[in-house]
């Protein structure tokens, strides 16, 4: 059963959530939360449902701009990492911008959503953005994921520490040849 853009703002009133509405209901809304650390205070999450109602979206947008940095391979790694830890939800970035953004999608084919799926949707994208920001952050300031970094006895993070800088290597190699050719 789909979900109308004005169904999903009541749902989202049901929840709790100030919400700021676009201009168009198609477009959907913005709710803003407060995030845990300094240097990042809000999270604004875009939520809406598609143009036929069967997918609920909750992204958190212009969470970060890289277009170009030397760390950027290990940044892509480390948002690789953040997926695989949650099956929830899904990183992505923008080519043509450096948009790196989280999403995360709620199917809505055989029932209409409630307010708490509303809401936990809505809730995971900016928990999902507000946990990875630290480290994300820190690769941008130093080069190094800390993730990696800490914890050196366990087996799992030398290996990944291991493959990390194989992927730096092979990754330099093919810059260095393009470059060249």
């Known amino acids: 059963m789909p979900c109308t853009p004005d169904r999903l703002l009541e749902l989202l009133d049901e929840g ?6 676009a201009p ?15 240097t990042r205070p ?40 953040e997926a695989y830890l949650t099956n929830l939800g899904q990183w992505e970035m923008d080519p043509s911008d450096g948009e790196v953004r989280v999403t995360v999608q709620l199917p809505l084919f055989d ?25 994300l952050l820190s690769i941008l300031e130093t080069g190094e994921d800390p993730v990696l970094t800490e914890d050196a006895d366990d087996p799992a993070r030398q290996e990944l520490r291991r493959l990390q800088m194989r992927m730096q290597e092979l990754l330099r190699t093919q810059s260095s040849e393009t470059k060249h050719n």
């Open 16 to 21: 709790g959530f100030r919400h700021w509405n």
């Open 24 to 38: 168009d209901p198609e477009d959907g809304c913005l709710v803003a939360f407060m995030g845990r650390h300094m």
């Open 42 to 81: 809000t999270i604004i999450v875009h939520v809406r449902v598609d143009s036929d109602g069967t997918v609920l979206t909750a992204m958190v947008t212009a969470f970060l701009r890289v277009l170009e940095h030397p760390s950027l391979p290990v940044l892509m790694q480390a948002m690789l990492h």
């Open 111 to 135: 029932a209409e959503p409630t307010a708490r799926q509303v809401a936990r949707t809505v809730t995971a994208a900016a928990h999902l953005a507000d946990r990875a920001w630290p480290r």
